[in-house]
């Protein structure tokens, strides 16, 4: 079992920067991916950002691209997402996710490839 726990998010203007940060215990070794998926109201959760474990391969969402920065500290376990230049429509609760098991080549945004997650933390930007 690994288990997620999330940090940081709130409120912020358009144009704001927000960090997002996620702590994994547990069975840790056994992690080949980290993510982060949102949900807005009335839409369904989409991919945001993703880092493989032990090669670091980072993927992101067309949507945050050039915005958003992943990050991870293997020592630590920890994940985080900078996100700046926030615009209203990211606002979401955002998910912390881990894969554990065989490593994955490819995107890694499918939430299918996941099987552990967090509670979620609310990102609110305002305009």
């Known amino acids: 079992q690994v288990q997620l726990v999330e940090s940081g998010g709130g409120s912020v203007q358009a144009g704001g920067s927000l960090s997002v940060a996620c702590a994994a215990s547990g069975r840790t070794s056994s992690m080949s991916a980290m993510g982060w998926f949102r949900q807005a109201p009335g839409k369904e959760r989409e991919f945001v950002a993703a880092v493989s474990w032990r090669r670091g391969n980072i993927f992101y969402a067309d949507s945050v691209q050039g915005r958003f920065t992943i990050s991870k500290d293997n020592a630590k376990n920890t994940v985080a997402l900078r996100m700046n230049s926030l615009e209203p429509e990211d606002t979401a609760i955002y998910y912390c996710?881990?894969?554990?098991?065989?490593?994955?080549?490819?995107?890694?945004?499918?939430?299918?490839?996941?099987?552990?997650w967090g509670q979620g933390t609310q990102v609110t930007v305002s305009s």
């Open positions: 996710a881990a894969r554990t098991g065989w490593e994955v080549l490819g995107r890694l945004a499918s939430d299918e490839l996941y099987n552990y």
